[in-house]
Each structure stands twice: as C-alpha cells, then as structure tokens.
C-alpha cells in the first residue's frame, strides 16, 4: 500500500512494467495478492461485528447472518485445500488455494473469498478436455471444495461429522460476473457439480460477489463505532481501495 500510494521503498523498475521481469509480487501493481494481502491485513485489525454481517449479507443479497460475537474468528489468505478426489470428477484436478478463508464456530462456518483484480475467473482447468459436460471454471471449482471440505458429501464415517455453514464471495473492483449469477439458481448449480446426488447443500444463496465500492461502504458505515486504531486501519484501506478501482490495468484491445 505504502509503495503504491505514496511511492514509498522506490518504484517498480521497467522491464517489470513491461512484464519482462518478475518482481515480488508486493511490488506489481497488477497483482491481486497485493489487494488481498492488504485487506487480510486491515480485517484482522477490525473487529468483526463491524463488518461480518453486513460484508456477507451486501454480497450474497439476503440477511443470511447476523451481527454476533463470533467465536473462535479466523481470517486466512491463500488456503491450500487437498485434491478434489479422484473419483467425483471425470478429470484430474491439482490442489486449491483459497485467497481468503474466514471461519468461526457459532455456529461452525467457513467462507471462501475469490479475489480478482486485474483478470476475471478463469473458465476451466488445464486438464479438462470439456467432453464431460461439466464446467470446471475457478468458481464453480471453489464451491465444489468448499462443499467437501464443509462436510456436506454424503458417505460413510466411523463418526458422523455435522455440515458447516459455508458460501463463497467474489470479490472485485466492479461487480456482474456472469457465473456469480448462474450459480445463483440452485438448479444449475446441482446440474455444475458431477454426482451431485452425493452432496447435501447448504441454504441458498451459497454464492455471491461484492465490489471495491460495495467493501468501502460497509466499512465506512460501520466506522463511527470503531476504535481509534480501526479507523486509521480502515481509512488507509479506503484509500487504497479507490485508488486501486481507478487504476486497475486495462485489457489488451480485443481479449
């Protein structure tokens, strides 16, 4: 943040700019991990009856969660999750990392956050040739993670363990994703998934999205009951937030 807004520690050489040379990814100013890495830093400061609830809710649009102390909050970035197994998908898939993951348990529940900046969702992994009908787009891969490692695949178990809470947030300068909406209908989204007929799924809607501007305003309305370190924390992300949603990289002409 300090870097880019006020150009603190120098700036990001030439042949970086140009894409030549890769720098560290807390210098390029394309980078998504660096928007991640600074919100992640400024929610862990907040606490978070000031914006749990409402981040969530603004996202998925319904008064899903409420406004608690909650137990046992963690928030994480880049969570690796295991392999998708094998014999659920008609294709082999590597491991997930989660940007952000947040979890608290009362009641138990986990929320993935998808982090994009200067690109959108990716429409498919490497190894999927398309000829199994099924999409395998980053998103729709997050929620079929996120509804194995929530417990909601029906199998046998020496112990039965209880589903945990769970839904998955885009989060981006603008809003509109296309797959945020199509996997919105619960229809789709169980005709998105192989063997869906194993899983038991979670109250709709598991899945939404929330912009740059969106962020700032759940943050700024809950401002007035911050403490002093909260408001500093959060005014320095506002700031960085607008600066980075009027300068996001621009598409090559025709892509």
Request: proline share 8%.
């Amino acid at each position: 943040m300090l870097v880019e807004l006020h150009r603190k520690g120098g700036s990001v050489c030439g042949p970086a700019r140009a894409g030549t040379l890769h720098c560290p990814l807390i210098v390029r100013s394309s980078s998504e991990d660096v928007v991640t890495g600074e919100l992640v830093r400024v929610l862990r400061l907040v606490n978070p009856r000031h914006w749990v609830s409402d981040l969530l809710n603004a996202g998925l649009g319904c008064a899903r969660f409420r406004r608690q102390v909650y137990r046992q909050f963690r928030i994480d970035p880049w969570v690796t999750k295991p392999r998708y197994p094998r014999h659920l998908l008609p294709w082999e898939e590597g491991s997930t990392q989660v940007d952000v993951q947040i979890t608290w348990e009362n009641p138990p529940t986990t929320i993935y956050i998808e982090a994009k900046y200067g690109s959108d969702l990716s429409p498919s992994v490497s190894r999927d040739d398309g000829s199994s009908g099924f999409p395998s787009d980053q998103l729709i891969r997050n929620m079929r993670v996120g509804l194995l490692d929530c417990n909601y695949l029906r199998e046998d178990r020496l112990f039965p363990v209880s589903p945990r809470e769970f839904a998955v947030l885009v989060l981006a300068p603008s809003s509109g994703h296309k797959l945020v909406e199509r996997y919105r209908d619960p229809l789709r989204l169980r005709a998105s998934i192989p063997h869906a007929e194993r899983f038991d799924f979670p109250p709709t809607p598991i899945v939404g999205e929330i912009d740059y501007h969106e962020l700032r305003r759940v943050l700024m309305t809950r401002r007035r009951w911050m403490n002093h370190s909260e408001r500093f924390a959060v005014n320095a992300l506002d700031d960085y937030l607008e600066f980075k949603a009027n300068n996001r990289p621009r598409k090559p002409s025709g892509s």
